[in-house]
T-cell receptor, first 111, second 113 residues
């Protein structure tokens, strides 16, 4: 059973378009992290959100944690080819410091 | 500052064999977590070591075992390899067993034939 479902699984868009990736669960998490992973490398942390309703911005990336701390979204404005990669969300299981990763969203931005 | 390194980068084994994967944590980090990432999926938590002791385990059978050394480097051992063990094995180091940022290594890709 996958606790964290991401959608869409695959996304191919043109440079300059906007996109949103969703991370949904029926479980509550203490915090939620977003990573980007490129081929042949390990995931790299983009952001950690902790408070329900929290919004964080990282240049063209906007991250939001749901009010109930069960879901999150990642919005990219004016996507660039350098944004291409596998985007992973990871929820921190309450009281354990164990992270459950989502199914991943593979993004390709075409020049 | 040295990042997280893993060895070997690639490995081919046959069913029933045993394998040992190694991870050197980032300088100053005392916690190592291991993950299995099957093709096309997100990483799955195997276990975490904090100051040489296991500090949490995911849903993996006992044939997945680990070790952390006094210098905080770590090993992942898998016995009686099965075809489904083919995956990318990632280790991540962090400071403290809490909500410290995890820094991932590049992974070891294991193929079981």
């Amino acid at each position: 059973t996958q606790l964290l479902e991401q959608s869409p699984q695959f996304l191919s868009i043109q440079e300059g378009e906007n996109l949103t990736v969703y991370c949904n669960s029926s479980s509550v998490f203490s915090s939620l992290q977003w990573y980007r992973q490129e081929p042949g490398e390990g995931p790299v942390l983009l952001v950690t959100v902790v408070t329900g309703g929290e919004v964080k911005k990282l240049k063209r990336l906007t991250f939001q944690f749901g009010d109930a701390r069960k879901d999150s979204s990642l919005h990219i404005t004016a996507a660039q080819p350098g944004d291409t990669g596998l985007y992973l969300c990871a929820g921190e299981w309450p009281g354990t410091y164990k992270y459950i990763f989502g199914t991943g969203t593979r993004l390709k931005v075409l020049a | 500052e040295t990042g997280v390194t893993q060895s070997p980068t690639h490995l081919i084994k046959t069913r029933g064999q045993q394998v040992t994967l190694r991870c050197s944590s980032q300088s100053g980090h005392n916690t190592v977590s291991w993950y299995q990432q099957a093709l096309g999926q997100g990483p799955q938590f195997i276990f975490q070591y904090y100051r040489e002791e296991e500090n949490g385990r995911g849903n993996f059978p006992p044939r997945f075992s680990g070790l952390q050394f006094p210098n905080y480097s770590s090993e992942l051992n898998v016995n009686a390899l099965e075809l489904d063990d083919s995956a990318l094995y990632l280790c991540a180091s962090s400071l403290g067993s809490g909500r410290g940022t995890q820094y991932f290594g590049p992974g070891t890709r294991l193929l079981v034939l």
